[in-house]
Structure formats: C-alpha cells, structure tokens
C-alpha cells in the first residue's frame, strides 16, 4: 500500500496486512509531519450514517448519545471536583488571615486551583467527545473499543494542555495586577488598555467555548502544532458555521434540559421528597418545630436514614448533571462532525444568517417578557 505525505508529497510504502482494517501512524521520513491511515469499515459507516450532511443531521439519532462509561467518567469528574473544591474551602477557611496578609499568594494559588479544574473538565470533554466520536462511527456495536478510543491521546493531552493553561495565564497575566497594584492598577489599566482588550478578545472566548475546540480536537488527529493550526484553520473556514451550530444547540440543549430536568425534579418529589415530609411524622414534626424553643429532636434511626437518603439523592443528582452535560457534548460533537463532512456550498450561509437572527430575536424576546413578568410579581423586598 502506497500513502502519500500531505505535506511534502513523499511515497512511503505499507504492507497490507499492517493497513488493513486499521488506523496506524507514522512520520514522513522526510518532513516529519504525521501521517493517519484509516482503513477501518468504521470511516465508511461514518460517511453512510451521514448520507445527509447539513445541519438535519443534528437531529438524528438524537438520544443515541446515552452511555454508561461516559455518563460514569462524567460524574466521577463532578465528584472529584467537589472533593477538592470543599478541600480548598477547608484550607482557605483555615488559614483565612495568611490568605488575606498576601493576596498575591491567595491569586497564585487561586489561579492554579481554576487551571487545575479547568485542564481536568477538558480531559472530561476530551473523552467525552471521543467516546460521542465512536458511537457515531459505530452505531450498530454495543461495546467501545478504548484501544480505538485513546489511540490519539498522547499526542491530543499536550494540545488540550496548552489550550487549558495559555488562556487562563494570559487573563491572569491581564487583569490580576489591576487589583494587585491598589491604587496604580488604574495607571497600569489607561496604558496597557489595547493590550488586556486584546488578550481578553483572544483568551476569553477559548475559556467559555472549550465545549466546541475540545470536539475539534476529539474528532481529529493531529501532533501537537497541527492540532493547534487545525484549531485556527476550523475557525477561520467555519466561521458562519461555528455561531450557527452553537446557536442551535443552546437553543436545542436548554428545551431539552428544562424537560429532562421538569421529569427529574417531578419523579424525585414524588419517591423522596413527599413521602419523607408529609408521611414520616418524626421529620414532619421536626420540620414544624424547628427554630422554637421547644424543638423536636431526631430519632437516631431517622437521622441516620436522612443522611443515607442525602447521599443517595446527591449521588442521583450528579447522575443527572452528567446525563445532561453527555448529552450537550454529543450535539457540539455531532455538529463539528458535520462541518467536516460537509462541503460549503450544501447549506445556504445566508439562510444560515436568517435562522440566527430569528433565534436571537425569539430570545430577546423571551429575556424581555421574563422580565416584564418578573417585574409585576409582588416581592416586597424588591420594592
């Protein structure tokens, strides 16, 4: 088997058997760029599944998304995070007068505490959208292949490094001496202004959208600086794309949460919250009494089943999280997915407009009847 380099242009020659049905790599021995063969029946299966390739596509299939092995490492994140989020709160609270003696201790340590989280949620997407990737590739297999799966990682974690800290590290190196330097923080704001405008342009949008450069980057397969220049090409080609899809899915994602969330909070009153309040007297007393003087205790049996049932209702809830996060990840997926396989002439860029614009008016639209209607409410405090 012959495979040409796309950077130079030099024949290397395979053998079959290594080619067949497989995804292997290797560096041209000339310019050492990286090189994927792909000969595996799950690329076909990718290109059948979506013989329809404009944005339609984003709906089909719509709930095959749901999976236990990404649902688990989701809320195994969200878990993790919670550790060391009430770690953190322990140590600040514990040593509140060293952290406020030295802010510029407490903003290092703040810092890399945010970067921390912030690499680790991308690993999270990261595997989420490989997973979401497979499914897609495969929809008739049951099982995952994580060999398949992680075949990119060592290349991928380096360029999810990357785009988890430089961000993080420009806003910092920007804003934080603003409240560092007490009184000359608004000198330093008047002289660099032009350069924090611009890192802010840069590094906040890569902060709020690592949902759709992570699925850049899950979807393809790239060395470190090609997955970077990858980032920039995907922009730059798709940007007409990127807000339309993004507009799409928030607007498809939030209808879909408020149901799944309306089901959730329904099922979870009727098993748990009713029958523990209004049918157990001990707590339904305890409820009533409490604040007076004469305040009803808890019996230990009834105690100790609260907490077993708090923490099998959180455990429920970060299921829940999860299940929702999977399944806005799978649409960023599925849309980055197409934009690759779909040429741009398929879909109309101007209708593409309309349909944004039409978007954005329904929802000023909303955000202004809201808020009309949350004006009229009788809240005393707000008066």
Known sequence: MNVTCNKCGKMHSLPDKAASNNKIYFFCSKCSHKIIVDTRSGSTEQLKYYSTVDYTALFNGLFTFFNWPSLLLTALFMTGSLILAVIAGIIVSRNSTTFMTNPGLATVLGIFFFMLLFFL?????????????????????????????????????????????????????????????????????????PIIFILSLITIPLLFSNRLWTAIIGTGSFFVRDGLAELLRFAKKEYVEIPFYVIIITAISKFFIFLFTSIFLAVLSVSVILPVVFISPEVKGFLLSAGSSQAAALPDHVGLG??????????IVILFVSFCDNFIQALYVRAVQ????????????????????LISVFIIMGIIAAATVFSTLPFPFLK
């Open 121 to 193: 949620r991308n690993l999270n997407l990261y595997f989420t959208t490989k997973i979401s990737a497979y499914r897609n590739a495969h929809p008739h297999k049951i099982g995952l292949n994580w060999k398949e799966i992680n075949f990119d990682f060592g290349e991928d974690w380096l360029t999810l490094f990357i785009c988890s800290i430089v961000p993080v590290l420009l806003l910092a190196i920007a804003v934080v001496p603003v409240s560092l330097f007490n009184f000359y923080g608004v000198l330093y704001t008047g002289l660099l202004f």
């Open 338 to 357: 197409i934009m690759r396989l779909n040429p741009e002439e398929s879909f109309s860029r101007p209708v593409m407009l309309v349909i944004m614009v």
């Open 306 to 315: 609260l907490v077993i049932l708090f923490a099998v209702v959180a455990l």
